[in-house]
Nanobody, 118 residues
């Protein structure tokens, strides 16, 4: 059974930071591209960041570039999202996604809430 479990969300003031974690089980983690998506209230889900299966490449949405950093630890089956200089518009539910690099099998976590407010 595949599970992706996010953690690290919470309430933070503007300018603050958080680090999200997503622990995967039931998959060969190193075969999967890992991504963070978010869905803000009243908006569509959007891709925030992605890291390739061997961490050779990363990409970021323009809205978070320079503030967020994605990383992975294949030995711990974990992907991280370090978020700095948080803004109120970063408020959203953040979801972890795993996509197998060859078969494109796709899995989602249940999400973790991030709220940026003073």
């Amino acid at each position: 059974q595949v599970q992706l479990v996010e953690s690290g969300g919470g309430l933070v003031q503007p300018g603050g930071s958080l680090r999200l974690s997503c622990v995967a089980s039931g998959i060969t983690f190193s075969n999967y591209h890992m991504s963070w998506y978010r869905r803000a209230p009243g908006k569509e889900r959007e891709l925030v960041s992605r890291i390739s299966s061997v961490a050779a490449s990363t990409l970021y949405s323009d809205s978070v570039k320079g503030r967020f950093t994605i990383s992975r630890d294949n030995a711990k089956n974990t992907v991280y999202l370090q978020m700095l200089s948080l803004k109120p518009e970063d408020t959203a539910v953040y979801f972890c996604n795993a996509e197998e690099f060859y078969t494109r099998d796709n899995y989602w976590g249940r999400g973790t809430q991030v709220t940026v407010s003073s």
